[in-house]
C-alpha cells in the first residue's frame, strides 16, 4: 500500500509564500516523477509542476518563476514553494507520483489527499 500524505497548506495573503511537502511511503521499488496539481471549484485539476528521478522540471506557465518543485529522493519526498502568491492561486493543491512497485513490473500514479492553499487580496 502506497500513501501520499501532504503537508503545508493555509491561508495566506497575496504576494506572500507558502511551501508544501508530500512524502510517499509504503512498499515500492523506484519512484519517476513527483509532481503537483491543483483543482479550483468548478474547474478540472491542472498541472502545476513536475520533477523527475534525475530532476528535470515542468511548470504550468501561470506559476513559472514564482512557484519551484524541488524533491528529496533518500527521503521520498517531493516539495513545492509557492512565492508571490495571487488570489488566482487559490485552490486544492494534490501531490502526485508514478512508481514502479516491488515487483517491478509497470507503473503506477497515486495521488495524496489534496491540501488547500487560499490567497486573499
Known amino acids: 500500500q502506497v500513501q501520499l500524505v501532504e503537508s503545508g497548506g493555509g491561508q495566506v495573503q497575496a504576494g506572500g509564500s507558502l511551501r508544501l511537502s508530500c512524502a510517499a511511503s509504503?512498499?515500492?521499488?523506484?519512484?519517476?516523477?513527483m509532481g503537483w496539481y491543483r483543482q479550483a471549484p468548478g474547474n478540472e485539476r491542472d498541472l502545476v509542476a513536475t520533477i523527475t528521478s534525475r530532476g528535470r522540471t515542468n511548470y504550468a506557465d501561470s506559476v513559472k518563476d514564482r512557484f519551484t518543485i524541488s524533491r528529496d529522493n533518500a527521503k521520498n519526498t517531493v516539495y513545492l514553494e509557492l512565492n508571490r502568491l495571487k488570489p488566482e492561486d487559490t485552490a486544492v493543491y494534490y501531490c502526485?507520483?508514478?512508481?514502479?512497485?516491488?515487483?517491478?513490473?509497470?507503473?503506477?500514479?497515486?495521488w495524496g489527499q489534496g491540501t488547500q492553499v487560499t490567497v486573499s487580496s
Open positions: 509504503g512498499r515500492f521499488f523506484n519512484i519517476n516523477t
Open positions: 502526485y507520483t508514478n512508481l514502479l512497485p516491488s515487483s517491478g513490473i509497470g507503473s503506477y500514479d497515486y
